[in-house]
């Protein structure tokens, strides 16, 4: 009898005999660049690490919950390793920075078990651009579990330098409105400085090792769970998961924590790495990682650019006429939708928004209506308000807007972070959809993938945008920078109601950016619905070139590229609409910025382009034309540019 032996595999279940016993494990990225060490101590405790080309992004940082039925952060003994597993997987979304998307990754299940025999699941997914692992309990249950906090942190290595947005305590600013992710960035701080609120960081937080650009966020928050963020304090540069305060729920006694039954999974804990800060502006694996669509009907969904008139002329202009005039304003310029914002309930009423309605169709425009969030988290004056919060209430609102004719709604003023509002929140799209409705959230939490899984998700705002330029000349006077960084961390998460670009003055402010600055904007930011700022006069009065610009910047993005920049200082990207090429960049430094745009490395069919810098003054432009297959540029101390490659 001659017995054959395959030396190789039997070097297999060697290697992973010596990986069970030590309670280690590896899972690296498709490429092999990037890599998770995941250790279970000899006390029981779960950590990672990850690395990138050899060099260390994150040291051991911590893993573990604790729910009411029992502690899964020590203690604990390792149950299993699942096998590594690739995954792959194609998608289109209409509202991102890329049309068509795809996802590479491998995964990896470690399984662990608390003295009390209750599991819980740790699951690792690597791509070439980050990392994201979530938590499972698997076990089937009758009984309510409430996860009590994570364990879950991010430990940065020394000398790591943060930009971070603080993260607003709940019930604080303008009628109790907060949090609501409108605050600026902390620039280039080291890890470990202490946030200036009890709440702690928001998401998305960006770093910078010295070697490797990392950001962190989280993405697929189902209803049940809550929107979490970094807390407070971070010694020695070590971040942890918190979850939301208790003010940060749809009414008393509704769920903050994450409650429900199990099974049970945590939203992916996401840390997009890469050598350059292109990776993370490019990124998609927010979108990636998250639900598939719930629905393939996308014959309702339709990008594009809104006009708006409340930004610069506030509640008076939410009158018939102003907005019969928007309505004009945006069929001149080849804008999908208007948006008739608060108040017109009672200063227009449903009949002559019927009346707006049905005009605007003949005008190939859509209309877009404001509702408050409404419930007690908030005592916002503006309306409609308790329209939206009671589920029968909202859906016999939805009903009659869809008979209407309405292409969809903007919601403002939401609670926080807590499960039930993430419940809510969910429950409106839900709704939305049924009666084809689009839906932009305001004063709300950051997107979470859930433009994926809902596509009549067009937008959300969490961010400081352009009304706040409006209020205050302290944020006029920060615009800049502040524009600078979001390509980095709030707009590389999904789309940003920004409402950007005004070329008009602001009453009773000085605004700094220049004319073409605030062109830039119009491809820098990305939002399935983009809701310019400017109004009809101050846009007939800029050179037919700007107009015609404007009119024609794609409804959808196919692809972006970054090219060059640094959060906070400049940036400059390129994307990819109706098959063409644009290009944009803002300068937020006193001094210029010179950058130099290989077109070959943009479009490889590149044969000229179009360019618009400043002009002479701060309020004029500049176009010409260039065949050079190299194009450098110095951008004005608070200018901008745009450019449009000719292909063919």
């Not at 490797?212 to 407070?232: D, F, P, Q």
């Not at 997009?272 to 800060?277: E, F, L, R, T």
Request: with cysteine.
């Amino acid at each position: 009898m001659k017995i054959q032996v395959n030396f190789g595999l039997v070097a297999i279940l060697l290697l992973m005999s010596a990986i069970l016993q030590a309670g280690t494990v590896e899972v690296k990225s498709p490429d092999g660049n990037l890599r998770v060490t995941v250790e279970l101590s000899e006390k029981g405790t779960l950590t990672y690490a990850v690395t990138a080309h050899n060099q260390q992004v994150l040291q051991p940082s911590q893993l573990g919950l604790v729910s009411s039925h029992g502690d899964l952060s020590r203690s604990l003994a390792l149950v299993k390793v699942g096998k590594i597993i690739g995954v792959q997987e194609n998608y289109t979304l209409l509202t991102g920075k890329r049309k068509n998307c795809s996802y590479r990754g491998n995964e990896l299940t470690f399984e662990v078990r608390n003295p009390q025999n209750q599991v819980l699941q740790v699951i690792f997914r690597v791509s070439d651009d980050g990392v994201a692992y979530r938590y499972g309990l698997p076990v089937e249950s009758v009984d309510t579990v409430r996860i009590e906090r994570e364990q879950s942190s991010f430990h940065f290595p020394a000398g790591t330098r943060a930009w971070l947005h603080p993260h607003a305590d709940a019930g604080t600013g303008w009628n109790a409105t907060q949090p609501s992710y409108e605050e600026n960035y902390y620039l280039d701080i080291p890890v470990g400085t202490p946030a200036p609120q009890q709440a702690g960081w928001s998401f998305p937080a960006l770093f910078y090792t010295g070697r490797h650009w990392v950001l962190i966020t989280e993405t697929n928050v189902r209803e049940n769970y809550c929107g979490s963020r970094l807390s407070a304090q971070s010694p020695e540069g070590e971040y942890f998961v918190t979850f939301p305060q208790p003010l940060e729920t749809t009414s008393k006694g509704a769920a903050v924590y994450p409650t429900g039954r199990l099974p049970l999974y945590s939203p992916w804990r996401l840390i997009i790495v890469g050598s350059s800060p292109g990776t993370i502006v490019e990124s998609t694996l927010v979108t990636d990682l998250a639900d598939p669509a719930v629905t393939n009907d996308l014959s309702f969904v339709k990008p594009g650019q809104a006009s708006w008139s409340w930004v610069l002329l506030k509640d008076d202009s939410t009158v018939f006429p102003v907005q019969k005039a928007f309505v004009d304003y945006a069929a001149r310029m080849h804008w999908r939708y208007c948006l008739v914002d608060a108040f017109w309930d009672k200063q227009i009423g449903y009949d002559k928004i019927q009346e707006l309605v049905d005009y605007a169709r003949q005008k190939n425009v859509g209309i877009l209506l404001w509702y408050n969030s409404a419930g007690g988290w908030n005592t916002t004056p503006l309306t409609p308000r308790d329209r939206m919060f009671d589920r029968k209430t909202r859906r016999n609102e939805f009903e009659r807007i869809s008979q209407m004719g309405v292409a969809g709604v903007k919601i403002d003023f939401f609670g926080g972070d807590g499960q039930s509002m993430m419940t809510y929140y969910q429950d409106i799209l839900k709704d939305a959809l049924e009666y084809k409705l689009l839906v932009n959230f305001h004063g709300a939490t950051i997107p979470r993938g859930w433009n994926r899984t809902y596509p009549n998700l067009m937008t959300m705002e969490a961010v400081k945008g352009f009304e706040y330029v409006t209020f205050d000349q302290r944020n006029a006077d920060q615009q800049p920078v502040h524009c600078t960084v979001l390509p980095f961390t709030r707009n590389a998460i999904g789309p940003m109601d920004f409402t950007p670009v005004a070329f008009s003055e602001v009453p009773n402010i000085r605004r700094i950016t220049s004319n073409a600055f605030e062109l830039a904007l119009s491809i820098l930011f990305q939002s399935g619905i983009q809701h310019f700022a400017e109004i009809p006069q101050g846009m007939a009065a800029q050179p037919a070139f700007v107009q015609q610009f404007m009119s024609s910047v794609p409804e959808v993005w196919e692809d972006i590229k970054f090219i060059d920049g640094y959060p906070g200082k400049y940036i400059v990207l390129a994307r990819k609409g109706n098959g063409v090429w644009y290009i944009a960049g803002i300068n937020a430094q006193d001094k210029e910025q010179q950058v130099t745009i290989d077109l070959k490395t943009i479009d490889s069919r590149a044969k000229a382009a179009t360019v618009i810098t400043d002009g002479e003054t701060s309020r004029s432009f500049n176009q010409f034309e260039t065949n050079k297959p190299v194009v450098t540029l110095n951008i004005k101390p608070n200018g901008g540019f745009v450019a449009t490659v000719v292909g063919k």
